[in-house]
Structure formats: structure tokens, C-alpha cells
């Protein structure tokens, strides 16, 4: 074989070595390229799913919002009680047996709504579960218009904070059976289930994150008028301030 031919083979298989490097750089470009579009699309899509998802869990930011207090009386009565209590707790046992006469009252002659954020300061405080479990049941009671007649009878039948006793749901349902047409199977699986817990749970922490110390805590159009004072509130003193405002 000559020079010249071992020279022109040779640069024959440069170039085609050459050509080859080619090949693959470029087919390594268009890979890159796909692996690029993949990922974009995915992307995309992940980002479509995520908007889709956020939407259809739309419920789950409501859960992280205040709990609604359960209203009682007409929306636009012109005076307004918002009253934080435990059902566990003995100065709320004292408060309701003492003025829930006067305040049914005023409800319904259409001069005052009252609004009642439920805790759990008690279960917190000392254990158990008998504030969470008797205030999901009110909140079951609410479910069937009657919540007014139960709540008022939780603290009638109120038991000594230190045996939990409203921790036994036989108990909660026992009492329903005061209130004429509210033990049913639809209050029984409300009770059991513990279908207002979250809610409960809710309230608790709003108070929680409240400037409000203790329960009861009792406002009047927004000022504390219970607790703290030199002159004791009496039932007709919160008649009298209601019906100012009529």
C-alpha cells in the first residue's frame, strides 16, 4: 500500500470519525432538548394539578379560620351577648343557672342575641374530655334546633369538674331525653361520632388566641360585663342594660 493511499484511508476514517462525533453531539442536543420539554410539561401539568387540588380543598382553609360562635335570638336584635364558657367549668355552671332565665327571655322578645363560643379550658387544664364531648353534643343539639333547651340543661345537670362525667357520651345522650324531641338516631350518631369535634376544637384555640383570660368571660355589645366588678351582676341589672338598647 502506498503513502499517499495510507494517508487519503486515514483521513478517510477522520472524517468519518469526526462525522460520528457529530451525530452524537447532536443527537445529545435533541435529548437534552426533549429531557427539557418533558420536565417543562410536567411541570405544568404538577402546577394545573396543584391549582386543581388547592380548589377542591377549598374546605381545609375554612378549617384553619375562625370557629362561628352558635347564634341564639333574632340576627338583628339590637343587643348583642357573647358569651365564652366551658361545660366543665363551675363559675359557667353559675352563670347560666343564675341569669339563663333572663337571657331566654330577652331572646325572645327579640331585644338580644346571644352568641356562645364552646372551650375546653377544663380538659386542658385538668385532663379528660368531658368539655370537648359535651360541647360537640350542644353543637349536635344546634344541628336539630335545640340547643338553647340542652345547653341549659349540661349546666342544670353540670357534675362536679374533677369526674369528667360529660366525658361519657351515654351521658350527654341520657340528658337529650329532658329535651322533648331531640334524642333521636341522627343526635345519637352526632354524639358518637364526635362530628362537631373540629369545631370544638376550633373555638377553643380562637379563645385561646383571645385577650380573654377565664370563663365565663361575658360581653355586652363587646364590653366585659361579668367578673371583676365591685357590684356583682344580677340578672336584672342585664335586663336593664339589654333594654336600654331596645
Given at each position: 500500500?502506498?503513502?499517499?493511499?495510507?494517508?487519503?484511508?486515514?483521513?478517510?476514517?477522520?472524517?468519518?470519525?469526526?462525522?460520528?462525533?457529530?451525530?452524537?453531539?447532536?443527537?445529545?442536543?435533541?435529548?437534552?432538548?426533549?429531557?427539557?420539554?418533558?420536565?417543562?410539561?410536567?411541570?405544568?401539568?404538577?402546577?394545573?394539578?396543584?391549582?386543581?387540588?388547592?380548589?377542591?380543598?377549598?374546605?381545609?382553609?375554612?378549617?384553619?379560620?375562625?370557629?362561628?360562635?352558635?347564634?341564639?335570638?333574632?340576627?338583628?336584635?339590637?343587643?348583642?351577648?357573647?358569651?365564652?364558657?366551658?361545660?366543665?367549668?363551675?363559675?359557667?355552671?353559675?352563670?347560666?343557672?343564675?341569669?339563663?332565665?333572663?337571657?331566654?327571655?330577652?331572646?325572645?322578645?327579640?331585644?338580644?342575641?346571644?352568641?356562645?363560643h364552646l372551650v375546653t379550658l377544663i380538659d386542658g387544664n385538668m385532663g379528660g374530655s368531658g368539655s370537648k364531648k359535651a360541647a360537640n353534643a350542644a353543637a349536635c343539639a344546634r344541628d336539630?334546633?335545640?340547643?338553647?333547651?340542652?345547653?341549659?340543661?349540661?349546666?342544670?345537670?353540670?357534675?362536679?369538674?374533677?369526674?369528667?362525667?360529660?366525658?361519657?357520651?351515654?351521658?350527654?345522650?341520657?340528658?337529650?331525653?329532658?329535651?322533648?324531641?331531640?334524642?333521636?338516631?341522627?343526635?345519637?350518631?352526632?354524639?358518637?361520632?364526635?362530628?362537631?369535634?373540629?369545631?370544638?376544637?376550633?373555638?377553643?384555640?380562637?379563645?385561646?388566641?383571645?385577650?380573654?383570660?377565664?370563663?365565663?368571660?361575658?360581653?355586652?355589645?363587646?364590653?366585659?360585663?361579668?367578673?371583676?366588678?365591685?357590684?356583682?351582676?344580677?340578672?336584672e341589672d342585664l335586663k336593664k342594660k339589654v333594654e336600654a338598647k331596645s
Open positions: 500500500m502506498s503513502e499517499k493511499n495510507s494517508e487519503g484511508k486515514g483521513s478517510a476514517r477522520e472524517r468519518l470519525r469526526a462525522e460520528q462525533e457529530r451525530h452524537k453531539a447532536a443527537e445529545k442536543r435533541r435529548r437534552t432538548l426533549r429531557v427539557g420539554a418533558v420536565v417543562v410539561a410536567v411541570l405544568a401539568v404538577g402546577s394545573g394539578v396543584g391549582a386543581l387540588v388547592a380548589s377542591q380543598q377549598g374546605g381545609g382553609d375554612d378549617a384553619a379560620q375562625s370557629a362561628k360562635p352558635i347564634s341564639v335570638g333574632r340576627a338583628n336584635a339590637p343587643a348583642k351577648l357573647t358569651v365564652y364558657e366551658d361545660f366543665r367549668c363551675p363559675a359557667c355552671g353559675q352563670f347560666e343557672n343564675q341569669f339563663s332565665d333572663t337571657i331566654r327571655e330577652l331572646e325572645k322578645a327579640g331585644k338580644l342575641k346571644a352568641e356562645y336539630e334546633g335545640k340547643f338553647s333547651e340542652y345547653h341549659d340543661i349540661l349546666y342544670l345537670r353540670q357534675p362536679v369538674e374533677t369526674e369528667d362525667a360529660y366525658a361519657d357520651t351515654k351521658r350527654l345522650i341520657s340528658l337529650a331525653k329532658q329535651v322533648k324531641g331531640l334524642d333521636g338516631p341522627a343526635f345519637r350518631e352526632c354524639v358518637n361520632s364526635g362530628k362537631h369535634n373540629d369545631w370544638v376544637e376550633r373555638s377553643n384555640e380562637d379563645f385561646r388566641n383571645s385577650q380573654h383570660e377565664a370563663t365565663p368571660t361575658i360581653l355586652l355589645d363587646g364590653k366585659n360585663i361579668y367578673g371583676g366588678r365591685s357590684k356583682p351582676l344580677t340578672s
